[in-house]
């Protein structure tokens, strides 16, 4: 990979396009979904070209994002399992929402939040997805007892909400966390992003580990 | 929304705002008195043939219940119980299933797209297939199990109660075709008192559980049920014992969708909040340094913290 | 039906026993509830299965198919037993006190006269002890041991509720409840109405089951008033019609009785028609037959009938046989004796028993003409269509000609409904395609075969060459035309006594009172005198007004005979004239006529205490408990088990089925056991069906869409029959592979001891229209029919019925 001086590679161009299709899969899985959530956003269907078009498209929308980010899972798994780090990580919070970082332990590729995020976007996509199936009448409506399609369309709109909330979090974080974006966008941090907010991934570069 | 004084809409689905509330209109309903159904199926021919149904052929299933349920192109069917209590004295107990016209309807309730589901004045729960989306939350909203969606066209149909008939001053086809008059129509208050000498009736005739089924769960209904059994509704086909809407249908379409926006919004401007107070979590001139220094120099040791 | 549909409104108690109304007379059955509801009335239901009537029922009962007459003479039993009958009416309007001849008796399930080499009945014992004057003896104090309800009494002595119990399967109890609901209307203001159909008439004993029930009404002063009567309800809207006009092979219109080969004249055939009274001063109606023939016989064959030639008495057919009934005309035909068979607005294929013989049969004949609307199994009887209508055409050398006619929507004219009115319907639209009404279809084959004789003569051409064909489009005679011809006009002027003319020459009659014997009147049917007057067309009236909305309407289209809404209404009042009921008065005696809503069924000024009966009809013009020797099988009602029985007959076990039915020799070995078959099927229809038409209609193939038949409980779980699963009815003459509905309606019945099982037929499906194939229950049902109409024992006979795999589609 080109290395550009003073930049921390993060993101191959794979995973970024894997991440930005996600992204966008969840944005149209959003905004379809809650114009079907509340009247008062019924007109973001009409982006999809109406009511039906968004009723009919969304859970197709679901189907790519289960499959875009199980590719996105498997990818980034293995740096978001969970350590004693981050315990006191998480213990130390307010001095991270007070930009205080130096009071926190290094931190791997990830910190606990993002952890938090992978895996709360990892759980409510397996049960958007499964609560989808149950209520997606144009293919499953004989499958399940209404009873049972209530406590499904239920746990889908909590479990939607939950994910916009992790979305806006992680979106938030990486807005407010500088430098974060460009990893993404670039694929590449600087070293001074990554000294900040990595340490422990940083040296583990600087050891040639990665 | 232009013709929801016309039409005498009372509430619409997934709509915001109070629809015009000036003109009156008596409330109807239709009575099915069960003890003097024979289970003819007019009703349900009379259906197809006013409102152009013609369902699929099915085979036979092992019961006079054809088609078998209620479909896109089955607005009422009769279904029929064979109900032999201890003592022995079999009772063939046969009910017109179909839309019950609930004052508080739950279809109405779930239905995400504006407009899709309508009350009228006169209390008809009706279906405007040109807003509906086909998403089958009216499904899931109702408590009697009465709308389907099509596979054809995904779109959800159910009994209109002939709500172009009824606004022409016409009976439904179903009443007009009942040859024992066990369906009548009229205004809610007749229908209920009508029901009242009905019941009394069936009480001189042994039946001392006789009532009027106007269940309360859902408001009352427009479609009401004389049965020799009130005190038990499932005995026919499974009418529900005391419908309502369902806890988590309200849970969902009642609480949880404002509680859910507002804690999103709570969300982003907490964010907001946080960067105005907090400000951006900044990479500092010395970070860059430090950074390229590691890089540089390798990884020295991590350093102890706290 | 001797009363109106609307007249069920006033019954007290209904009866439905031999039929199922709500489902197949579900529009009519509006009035039973109506009487339910308004009057308090209690319905109810004796019947094998628990039907679509029962379920609305107050009391259901069930009943072995095939044992009415036993439960109903239990019935009367009971009622003289408990003493609860009309005392008053019984004396005075029936012939309870009329003494029976010494010689007729009954002996081990025969009546006196029975030939066991001839297989019928001398009925000349069947009669009355006459007295010099030739009047019947009678015995007002009912004391005199041959009094009909003294022999009546001994009769039905055997029909215990034990026996009944032991005969019909109906439990004791139960039984004993129907007896006391039926008998809390022998009360003068009370009333019973029976509802009946095919449930009575399709048995070997089915004239005997109605009569029977007659007679129960009788002994309840029933006959004649509002809410009383006998009521028949047709099975077709104009079947009531077919048999007014003289369908039948015995009959000519107006009941009518065709010629024999006995009565070579017309002096003789007269003489055993011409009823002369039994009792002083008694009207006899029947002695006007004369008129009636005469009319008929002017209007059949015009100026070419004369005074002369016996207004062409020999140009009659003379029958050799009983009747040309249906069952005889098919083994006829199987035995190569009939060659030709016009068949219009008719399916036997579908229809008549044995469908195996009537397709054999009509495959031997040389041609057959259908006409009907619809594509029929009988106009496709030749093509294969696998196992519902095996068939190899190759063999088959019939020449079928399909005629399509016009649907009843399609052309004017009339149909009679069961209550006997007239009604006129009009056109509505022009029939499809090349259909073309029947009127024209059946001119165009006479005046062809006319044509024929005028050019090439033949064997005895003039009742071909005479008939009166005096239409304005001789092509297409119209149905007014018709319609005034049925109702008959004056040919010359009709004076009075006086020499007045009462009505001029080519005026239309105002009813059958006007007609002569003497050639001055024509008259195509006697009883439809007045349908169509000089005032216009009386069936095409529309007035609905109906006096002290008692259901009669008396301006609602016609009704026959003399527009009377009610028969026999004379015995709505007392002998001195008073209602029994005055709450539901139909007519009185005003003092110096008999006045009401009704048209008297007695002469209008007829004084009440003249000692005239009201049953003018009958010639000693009284309501007959003992049916003299009109009827083939006996003056008294008798249980016999019908033709396929799984039980011996426990009353006369030697003489198990009725004696004088007719059974011809090869359909007496197609007769099934009860060790192969040991079940008891019966056939039915379903309010979702009419017959074997709406099998071509979307709608109603949704509403059923597939043959079926129904199986109790009990019985699919001893032979591992599923819900909905495929079995194999079979009877001795052939089987039907359907899917079973396992029902809780059909229960076992315990008869004298061991249970019967009881298997349903719903008839509707064929292999022609919408709905899927079927075989038809004809299939199974045996070739047998009453001893007095012929109609084929479809309630009751053998089957045997097994769980078989799914048939290959």
Known sequence: ?210 | MANEQSLDIVRRSASTGDPPDIRKEQQVAKLIDVSRCIGCKACQAACMEWNNLRPEMEHFEGSYDNPADLNPATWTLMRFTEYEPEDGHLEWLIRKDGCMHCADPGCLKACPAPGAIVQYRNGIVDFISEACIGCGYCVKGCPFNIPRVSKVDHKSYKCSLCSDRVSAGLEPACVKACPTGAILFGTKEDMTQWAGERVEDLKSRGYAHAGLYDPQGVGGTHVMYVLHHADRPSLYAGLPDKPKIDPLVQAWKGVFKPVALAALAATAVAGFVHWVVRGPNEVQPEDEAAGRKMLDDGPGKPEAKQ | MTNTWQDIKNADVILVMGGNAAEAHPCGFKWVIEAKIERGAKLVVVDPRFTRTASVADFYTPIRPGTDIAFLNGVIRHLLAKDAIQHEYVRAYTNAALIVREDFGFTDGLFSGWSAEKHDYDRTSWAYELDDDGYAKIDPTLQHPRCVINLLKHHVDRYTPEMVERICGTPKAKFLAVCDLIAGTAAPDRTLTSLFALGWTQHSVGSQNIRTMAMVQLLLGNIGLSGGGMNALRGHSNIQGLTDLGLMSELMPGYLAMPKDSEPTLADYLKTRTYKPLRPGQVSYWQNYKKFFVSLQKSVFGAAATAENDWAYEWLPKLDVPMYDVLRAFELMANGKMNGYICQGFNPQQAFPNRAKVRSALGKLKWLVVMDPLQTETASFWQDHGPQNPSDPAKIATEVFALPTACFAEDPGSLTNSARWVQWHWKAADPPGEAKSDNAIIAAIFRRVQALYRKDGGTFPEPILNLSWDYLDPDEPQADEIAKEINGRALTDLKDAGGGVLVHAGRQLDGFAQLRDDGSTACGCWIYSGCYTEHGNMMARRDAADPREQGLAPHWAFAWPANRRIMYNRASADPAGKPWNPEKAIIAWNGTRWAGIDVPDFGPTTKPDSGVGPFIMNQEGLGRLFALDKMRDGPFPEHYEPFESPVPNLLHPKVATNPAARVFADDRKAFGDAAKFPYVGTTYRLTEHFHFWTKHALANAILQPEEFCEIGEVLAKEKGIGQGGWVRVSSNRDHVICKAYVTKRIKPMLVDGKPVHVIGLPLHWGFTGVARKGYGANTLTPFVGDANTQTPEFKAFLVNVEPVPAPVA
Not at chain 1, 165 to 172: M, S, T
């Open chain 1, 1 to 210: 990979m080109r290395r550009e001086r003073g930049a921390v590679p993060r993101y191959t161009p794979l995973a970024r396009a894997n991440h930005w299709l996600t992204a966008a899969l969840l944005i149209l899985l959003a905004l379809s979904g809650l114009s079907m959530f509340h009247p008062g956003l019924f007109f973001l269907s009409h982006l999809f070209g109406g009511g039906e078009a968004a009723r009919a498209i969304h859970p197709w929308f679901g189907v790519v994002l289960l499959a875009s980010f199980a590719l996105l899972f498997f990818r980034f798994v293995g740096d978001n399992l969970w350590s004693r780090d981050d315990t006191r990580w998480m213990g130390a919070i307010r001095s991270v929402m007070a930009n205080e970082e130096e009071k926190v332990p290094e931190v791997d590729r990830y910190n606990a939040g993002q952890k938090l995020v992978f895996w709360g976007m990892t759980w409510l996509i397996l049960i958007l997805f499964f609560s989808g199936l149950v209520i997606w009448d144009a293919y499953f409506a004989t499958y399940t007892a209404i009873e049972t399609k209530r406590i499904a369309v239920l746990v889908h709109s909590v479990a939607a909400a939950a994910i916009i909330w992790v979305w806006i979090v992680h979106v938030y974080a990486s807005l407010w966390v500088r430098g974060t974006v460009r990893g993404m966008m670039r694929g590449s941090v600087t070293a001074g992003w990554a000294w900040r907010h990595h340490r422990k991934w940083l040296r583990a570069m600087a050891r040639g580990e990665r």
